[in-house]
T-cell receptor, first 111, second 113 residues
Framework: QKEVEQDPGPLSVPEGAIVSLNCTYS??????FMWYRQYSRKGPELLMY????GNKEDGRFTAQVDKSSKYISLFIRDSQPSDSATYLC???????????FGEGTQLTVNP | ETGVTQTPRHLVMGMTNKKSLKCEQH?????MYWYKQSAKKPLELMFV???????ENNSVPSRFSPECPNSSHLFLHLHTLQPEDSALYLC????????????FGSGTQLSVL
């Protein structure tokens, strides 16, 4: 069983749509949860970071963590063409340990 | 120049060649990393350096040889690579090792013929 499962997509949505990106994980030791965004021909950049179950909002982005179900999501409201990128979920067992990444979901937002 | 800079952006090499990838960070960070990114696979950590000392080698074949002369520069020396080594090689840095916020360069797209 893979430690992290992420639907690779590709996912294509119209501008203004609500996007839901998801990852499941099997390692109950994961305590820190992240979403990275990677534009084409660029390296990933940290988008959201949280360490507790529940929701964390930042502008149009909401990160949701459900530790009991081992499931995290990233919601994008009012999606824009500039949101077109690959989104990587990432996990960390303890502060200072290595990050474990998902395969990434490629998102295209069409104008 | 700011951030993390990687050169070259693209590299094509034969299996008998020797080449080097270069990374430079202008963020004043103390930890630097090499990651490998292959299509349809998760980012794979290769090496970690803390204050120019290697702290992690993730069972990487010896045909990949890292070098960290100081906290700002990181190299990956390549020799006798295999076609399956073709991938995007990403350099990253963080203030301290193991931080969740990594700053990545744009990567070197490597093709081994």
């Amino acid at each position: 069983q893979k430690e992290v499962e992420q639907d690779p997509g590709p996912l294509s949505v119209p501008e203004g749509a609500i996007v839901s990106l998801n990852c499941t994980y099997s390692n109950s030791a994961f305590q820190y949860f992240m979403w990275y965004r990677q534009y084409s021909r660029k390296g990933p950049e940290l988008l959201m970071y949280t360490y507790s179950s529940g929701n964390k909002e930042d502008g149009r982005f909401t990160a949701q963590v459900d530790k009991s179900s081992k499931y995290i999501s990233l919601f994008i409201r009012d999606s824009q063409p500039s949101d077109s990128a690959t989104y990587l979920c990432a996990f960390q067992e303890t502060s200072g340990s290595r990050l474990t990444f998902g395969e990434g979901t490629q998102l295209t937002v069409n104008p | 120049e700011t951030g993390v800079t990687q050169t070259p952006r693209h590299l094509v090499m034969g299996m008998t060649n020797k080449k080097s990838l270069k990374c430079e960070q202008h963020l004043g960070h103390n930890a630097m990393y090499w990651y490998k990114q292959s299509a349809k696979k998760p980012l794979e950590l290769m090496f970690v350096y803390n204050f120019k000392e290697q702290t992690e080698n993730n069972s990487v074949p010896s045909r990949f040889s890292p070098e960290c002369p100081n906290s700002s520069h990181l190299f990956l020396h390549l020799h006798t690579l295999q076609p399956e080594d073709s991938a995007l090689y990403l350099c990253a840095s963080s203030q301290v090792p193991g931080e969740e916020k990594l700053f990545f360069g744009s990567g070197t797209q490597l093709s081994v013929l």
